[in-house]
């Protein structure tokens, strides 16, 4: 019995072995890794984001390329991000997104001009792309003087896209041959515009020199300064703005600038370059090609272009351009800046640039064969030329100021009268800031 006994106890200890070898092996099992290609467990899922992205009038006749080229493009190598387009009349997205700012309803990204920016900025109303991104080497793609014009208090308040390009000069090449003058060699300065001038009307009477001013982007060329910087006090009546003024005066009494210059209405000038009553033109818009191509066809083949006459900054001044800018209240601003770089990048705006006849504001794209290897030697081909060389010399010519327009009319006004010899450069040139003082502290 006892036998027995010990044979059962056995029996029973090499059960409960067998038992917890089974049990380590499952646990074991359970524990190894896998060796079938099973994928990572996922973390998780990015944000979805909506940017809500405003143009200006480009629907109509872009739809395919903001579509394809950049919003989807977009999407695709950001596919947490959705992009909602609203295209904008232009006369309205100035006063549209002031008002979306007193509402919870804000845009994330707003296509703009620089004067539109400048009354955005007054209002508070910009986030600045440069507390976005610190490391300034994100804004050297950029024109130089393109950044200058969307910059306030050393803050980046967008970004610069499109424009119309650098204004060009003119010449009529015969009548600056019967003047004595040598085509190929004309007039950079204002002071030579001026010499010039006065030799063509000396030489032929019936002729003037151009119907070139001295205006507000003319004297910020010549590196006078225009206003204080809190943009309060108008600056332009210092001694250096009389010399400079007073050389247009001289000009004006000398023939170099023709008599209808000084008109009111700059619009029904007598002596043009159409009528060939003037020989040149230090600083015009490309466009005027167009009116003479319909107008006066016969002057064509004596046109000639040439690079702009320029202050002694050498900088070109451009009216306005197209920019992006994050509204203040947007909720996503990193990421709208994120996708206004993409827009606004190199490669990009040369896509856009080819449907269009715009220029853009990135230097890299100035590289491109589009724009090194222009063909024809038409008015027009040439133009372009000149245009495409003088690029880098952009500067954003007016001021960043709500009544602009009215305070440009004001200062013209004086200096017609300082034309006309009504007043005194001096006094003309006081009356005019006396004016700008005035409305500037109402604004």
């Not at 904008?88 to 006063?95: R, W, Y």
């Not at 209002?123 to 994100?138: C, H, K, R």
């Not at 119309?164 to 002071?191: C, R, W």
Request: include cysteine.
């Amino acid at each position: 019995m006892k036998e027995r006994g010990r044979l059962q106890v056995v029996a029973l200890v090499v059960v409960m072995i067998v038992v917890l070898l089974a049990g380590c092996a499952k646990s074991n099992e359970n524990d190894a890794p896998e060796t079938t290609n099973q994928a990572e467990p996922s973390g998780a899922a990015a944000e979805q984001i909506e940017l809500e992205f405003w143009t200006i009038n480009l629907k109509k006749n872009f739809e395919g390329y903001i579509t394809e080229n950049l919003i989807q493009a977009y999407e695709k190598e950001h596919p947490n991000i959705k992009i909602k387009w609203v295209d904008v009349p232009g006369a309205e997205m100035t006063k549209k997104v002031i008002t979306s700012l007193s509402g919870d309803h804000v845009p994330d990204i707003v296509n703009e001009t620089t004067q539109g920016l400048s009354q955005l900025v007054q209002y508070d109303a910009v986030t600045p792309i440069s507390d976005l991104y610190t490391d300034s080497s994100t804004f050297s793609p950029y024109i130089q003087g393109m950044m200058d014009g969307v910059t306030y208090n050393n803050k980046v308040m967008a970004l610069p896209w499109y424009n119309g390009g650098p204004l060009v000069g003119f010449i009529n090449t015969e009548l600056y041959q019967k003047a004595g003058l040598d085509p190929s060699k004309p007039a950079t300065t204002y002071d030579e515009l001026f010499a010039y001038g006065k030799q063509i009307h000396e030489k032929l009477p019936n002729v003037y020199g151009s119907n070139d001013l001295p205006l507000i982007p003319v004297l910020k060329t010549e590196g006078l300064p225009i206003l204080s910087e809190d943009k309060k006090k108008a600056l332009f009546n210092s001694p250096e703005h009389v010399a400079f003024v007073e050389k247009f005066v001289q000009a004006y009494k000398d023939g170099a600038i023709a008599p209808d210059a000084a008109n009111a209405n700059n619009r029904l000038l007598q002596q043009t370059m159409d009528n060939e009553l003037i020989a040149q033109s230090g600083s015009s818009q490309p466009f005027v090609i167009n009116n003479w191509e319909k107008n006066a066809p016969n002057i064509m083949p004596k046109i000639q272009v040439v690079p702009t006459v320029t202050g002694k900054t050498g900088m070109i001044p451009i009216s306005d351009f197209q920019l992006f800018f994050v509204p203040k209240k947007s909720k996503h601003p990193k990421e709208a800046a994120d996708f206004a770089l993409f827009v606004t990048s190199a490669q990009k705006q040369l896509e856009f640039c080819k449907l269009v006849a715009i220029f853009p504001s990135t230097s890299e794209t100035l590289k491109d064969a589009y724009f090194t290897d222009v063909q024809g030697d038409t008015l027009k081909d040439l133009t372009r030329k000149v245009q495409i060389e003088s690029l880098d010399k952009l500067s954003l010519g007016n001021l960043g100021v709500t009544n602009e327009n009215d305070l440009n009319a004001e200062y013209l006004q004086e200096i017609q009268a300082a034309l006309f010899g009504s007043k005194t450069t001096q006094q003309a040139l006081d009356d005019a800031v006396a004016y700008w003082d005035a409305a500037l502290a109402k604004s």
